[in-house]
């Protein structure tokens, strides 16, 4: 089994900054290809922030909304990713959720974390 655990989120005002980690644990063996963040606005679907790739240097992906303001790192020793959010916007207020793509051989599975809450006032 897997577990993701988020931590970081909290109240802010537009123009700060939060720190977001996810601290990931699973069986021995278990290899952790990519790890994400996706959130979700009240009365909105819920969608990718950033995510990391675990090769190399790690390939990384980001919402066009957050470009520039947040950035996504991962320490894999630790199996724990984290998303700096700078120059925080109202817009950016929402559930936070981890997400990871993991392999367990020979199978893949995703799974969520429980989310943290993030809230930017003006």
């Known amino acids: 089994q897997v577990q993701l655990v988020e931590s970081g989120g909290g109240r802010v005002q537009a123009g700060g900054s939060l720190r977001l980690s996810c601290a990931a644990s699973a069986a021995s063996g278990t290899i952790f290809a990519a790890m994400g963040w996706y959130r979700q606005a009240p009365g909105k679907q819920r969608e990718l922030v950033a995510a990391?790739?675990?090769?190399?240097?790690?390939?990384?992906d980001y919402a066009d909304s957050v470009k520039g303001r947040f950035t996504i790192s991962r320490d894999n020793a630790k199996n724990t990713v984290y998303l700096q959010m700078n120059s925080l916007k109202p817009e950016d207020t929402g559930v936070y959720y981890c997400?990871?793509?993991?392999?367990?051989?020979?199978?893949?599975?995703?799974?969520w974390g429980q989310g943290t809450q993030v809230t930017v006032s003006s």
């Open positions: 990391i790739t675990s090769g190399g240097s790690g390939s990384i």
């Open positions: 997400n990871a793509d993991v392999i367990m051989w020979p199978r893949q599975y995703n799974y």
